[in-house]
């Protein structure tokens, strides 16, 4: 049945028509399947995909109009696919080419239409710290401060009911952004596997403050509260995923100069992303 509670989402999927980039916007389909969206598939091409041959077909046309006609052509014919597979009558979908820088093209239309969430596959080898997440996707989470679900190679759809949070010293249960993931996780009848990672120094204070947070917040959400001390970032998040296989999505609440930030710049995003098997979905502190 159709979520009349929840009023129409603006989601931008983004697609270079890749295998990681059809699957996460599958994942995307399936997930909000029972709630009226409005798909935004953003399609930005780059001068590699275009083959000498193209180049020599072209004729007398302006190379840039035939460019431009071409891409639009493949991705009008994606989005059909889309419309006609989609098991949710109360999407509409909408598709976009442009030329622009990636994340200035994003911005620009998270400004212009209201952008709720971005969704995006991983999208391969491009430097030795961005194994699994790739440049695009690293560039996104860091420069566009919008909720951004990636969705890791191969994966399979299933409803997200067990969500994991790590939290770093400067990461609030009582902030916008948790209480963001808060609503998403009701939506989903979902319950929150919640990791503090601390230092010695600051338990007894932090601990009481979490506490105070998950009673006012989370009792009528199912939930379980960890806390973890002078570990690295990277090794306390793989230890927990490792031990707990059922967890269906990792979320970060994530802000400027924090540790989350460091990880997903840092050498830290390599160790985790290395072993990320399961969707990942980026909250931004404002």
Not at 120 to 136: D, L, P, R, Y
Not at 142 to 165: H, Q, S
Not at 189 to 205: D, H, L, P, Q, T
């Amino acid at each position: 049945m159709f979520h009349k509670l929840y009023a129409m989402k603006q989601i931008l999927l983004l697609t270079d028509f890749s295998a990681n980039s059809k699957n996460a916007i599958t994942y995307a389909l399936q997930l909000f399947e029972k709630q009226a969206c409005h798909f935004l598939i953003l399609h930005i091409p780059t001068k590699s995909i275009y083959s000498t041959s193209d180049l020599m077909t072209i004729g007398n046309n302006s190379i840039y109009d035939s460019l431009v006609k071409k891409a639009e052509k493949k991705l009008d014919k994606f989005v059909k696919t889309l419309e006609a597979t989609s098991n949710n009558k109360h999407a509409t979908f909408e598709a976009i080419v442009d030329y622009d820088m990636l994340t200035d093209s994003v911005n620009q239309i998270i400004k212009s239409k209201k952008i709720d969430l971005i969704v995006m596959g991983t999208n391969g080898v491009t430097g030795a710290k961005e194994v699994v997440f790739g440049s695009n996707t690293i560039n996104v989470i860091r420069k566009v401060a919008c909720t951004t679900l990636v969705i890791p190679k191969g994966f399979k759809y299933k409803t997200p009911k067990e969500l994991f949070l790590p939290l770093d010293v400067y990461d609030s249960l009582n902030s916008e952004s948790f209480l963001k993931l808060k609503r998403f996780a009701k939506k989903f009848n979902a319950s929150f596997n919640i990791m503090r990672i601390i230092e010695n120094s600051v338990v007894s204070e932090t601990e009481k403050t979490d506490r105070e947070h998950i009673n006012t917040h989370l009792n009528d959400i199912t939930h379980a509260y960890l806390l973890v001390k002078n570990i690295r970032l990277d090794q306390a998040i793989n230890q927990y995923l490792e031990t707990h296989e059922k967890m269906d999505m990792l979320t970060l609440l994530v802000q400027k100069e924090s540790a989350f930030e460091r990880f997903l710049t840092g050498s830290d995003t390599k160790k985790i992303s290395q072993n990320l098997k399961v969707p990942l979905l980026i909250l931004h502190s404002q």
